[in-house]
T-cell receptor, first 111, second 116 residues
């Protein structure tokens, strides 16, 4: 069945780049998403990429998609303490609104 | 605009009691999702509705869980009887028109449920 895998933890120093990785199994995925969850809050959409794109850049965020390997990554440049959160990768297609989420990667940014 | 509103924010109750979680989706959204988040299992989709009709309830863990959506602006998730292993954060999310990037799922702040 469909599955999305992420590493659970990542720790970086303030000002460094963070790279959060994700692998997925559903080759029919149309869209891939990154959501951010801050403590005590729900998930918020950060960015997304169409499956026919290789890269998308949005300010400090860069999303890379390797469709052949079914690998997605999120790079955060100049990581700040405010970026500390849990980041979820998710895949979806046009079939009914359902998204498949990964387990989430907890990013810890040390000053 | 008001986002997805969930109530209560926190619930502590004893095992065996009935628990009802409530959700008000964003006005005009036609999809509503219920998720459960735990440290062990991460974020799990329990059930989702389209136009108030349950579409996929395969994530509902057992018959003790039930969900309803009597109208477009209200949904409940009920656990009866509750057990300590049901302790988790329960999220409701809504979206317009399904899985499209310009129509993302909007999440509520969750209900933190503790069953003693």
């Amino acid at each position: 069945g469909e599955d999305v895998e992420q590493s659970l933890f990542l720790s970086v120093r303030e000002g460094d780049s963070s790279v959060i990785n994700c692998t997925y199994t559903d080759s029919s995925s149309t869209y891939l998403y990154w959501y951010k969850q801050e403590p005590g809050a729900g998930l918020q959409l950060l960015t997304y990429i169409f499956s026919n794109m290789d890269m998308k850049q949005d300010q400090r965020l860069t999303v890379l998609l390797n469709k052949k390997d079914k690998h997605l990554s999120l790079r955060i440049a100049d990581t700040q303490t405010g970026d500390s959160a849990i980041y979820f990768c998710a895949e979806g297609n046009n079939q009914g609104g359902k998204l498949i989420f990964g387990q989430g990667t907890e990013l810890s940014v040390k000053p | 605009d008001a986002g997805v509103i969930q109530s209560p924010r926190h619930e502590v109750t004893e095992m065996g009691q009935e628990v009802t979680l409530r959700c008000k989706p964003i006005s005009g959204h036609d999809y509503l999702f219920w998720y459960r988040q735990t440290m062990m299992r991460g974020l799990e989709l329990l059930i989702y509705f389209n136009n108030n009709v349950p579409i996929d309830d395969s994530g509902m863990p057992e018959d003790r869980f039930s969900a309803k959506m009597p109208n477009a602006s209200f949904s409940t998730l009920k656990i009866q009887p509750s057990e300590p292993r049901d302790s988790a954060v329960y999220f409701c999310a809504s979206s317009l028109g399904g899985a499209a990037p310009n129509q993302p799922q909007h999440f509520g702040d969750g209900t933190r449920l503790s069953i003693l």
